[in-house]
Nanobody, 114 residues
């Protein structure tokens, strides 16, 4: 399984971005976004199961929306009202319940400027 993240970029405070993570291979049970700012640990942003159950970190609740399209085997992260501390590299994660394997994609940089 390979995960390909896209959609990062430079945006001003209050702006919006939409990230996508396209997975090759079989449908993953759980997919998630994590992010990492320089000098900080990687942190959980949000997750979505193949059944559509979602979970978001408190820091992004009300601003971010996570979703997935199983037909396209792709997960999305809609980010609105972006803040400076949303800046970081956003990583795509997937878990296969069948093989009990974790997968990580390459990161996509999100920079929110004031």
């Amino acid at each position: 399984v390979q995960l390909q993240a896209s959609g990062g970029g430079l945006v001003q405070v209050g702006g919006s971005l939409r990230l996508a993570c396209a997975a090759s291979g079989p449908i993953l049970y759980r997919m998630a976004w994590y992010r990492q700012a320089p000098g900080t640990p990687r942190e959980f942003v949000g997750s979505v199961t193949s059944g559509g159950t979602t979970n978001l970190a408190d820091s992004v609740m009300g601003r971010f929306t996570i979703s997935r399209d199983n037909a396209k085997n792709t997960m999305y992260l809609e980010m609105n009202n972006l803040k400076s501390n949303d800046t970081g590299v956003y990583y795509c994660y997937g878990y296969s319940r069948f093989s009990r394997t974790n997968y990580w994609g390459q990161g996509t940089q999100v920079t929110v400027s004031s």
